[in-house]
């Protein structure tokens, strides 16, 4: 079966750095997301890799080992609003968007 | 600005009393998605469309349908609402599928509440 594995819960506090880490096993690949989903509200995108190695956009950066079937979301300079559930999606062989149940990230003053 | 439009953003509804939720996008993309998603759960994807072609996911139940009746619309339709069926419906757009990475672009959402 396909499989995407996340911590279900982190917390960290403002202004530093935390690793969100996702494990997957997928029928082909095509493509890791990262999706940022505030209580409430529907996912936006943070972030695509389809290429080993770190994409960095901003506070976030996003790395991805195929190899291992392995990435982790990076954030920077916490700030309040980066509490959030942060989702981890794979593109498998079939373009079929597999889902992680997300880390809730928790930031404390 | 080009978007996705969920209506409407709270939904409440009596057990067994059909609701219909709808969705518009202005993004001009070629499919959209209907997803339930139920609190610290990742998205479930119920079904989507690729134009006109429309594609079931195996494990949704009979109780959903859905309708594409252009480009721009796509209606979820519950037709006897049960307890389990209170979630987040989300609807998503790509502009394409099965030719490369798409991102989706989600709506708001319409949270139902069954009573």
């Known amino acids: 079966g396909q499989n995407i594995d996340q911590p279900t819960e982190m917390t960290a506090t403002e202004g530093a750095i935390v690793q969100i880490n996702c494990t997957y096993q997928?029928?082909?690949?095509?493509?890791l997301f990262w999706y940022q989903q505030h209580a409430g509200e529907a996912p936006t995108f943070l972030s695509y890799n389809v290429l080993d190695g770190l994409e960095e956009k901003g506070r976030f950066s996003s790395f991805l080992s195929r190899s291992k079937g392995y990435s982790y979301l990076l954030l920077k300079e916490l700030q309040m609003k980066d509490s959030a559930s942060y989702l981890c999606?794979?593109?498998?062989?079939?373009?079929?968007?597999?889902w992680g149940a997300g880390t809730k990230l928790i930031i404390k003053p | 600005d080009a978007m996705v439009i969920q209506n409407p953003r709270y939904q409440v509804t009596q057990f067994g009393k059909p609701v219909t939720l709808s969705c518009s996008q202005t993004l001009n993309h070629n499919v959209m998605y209907w997803y339930q998603q139920k609190s610290s759960q990742a998205p479930k994807l119920l079904f989507h469309y690729y134009d006109k072609d429309f594609n079931n996911e195996a494990d949704t139940p009979d109780n959903f349908q859905s309708r594409r009746p252009n480009t721009s619309f796509c209606f979820l339709d519950i037709r006897s609402p049960g307890l389990g069926d209170a979630a987040m419906y989300l609807c998503a757009t790509s502009r394409d599928k099965g030719q490369g990475p798409d991102t989706q672009y989600f709506g708001p959402g319409t949270r139902l509440t069954v009573l």
């Open positions: 997928t029928s082909g690949f095509n493509g």
């Open positions: 999606a794979v593109l498998d062989s079939n373009y079929q968007l597999i």
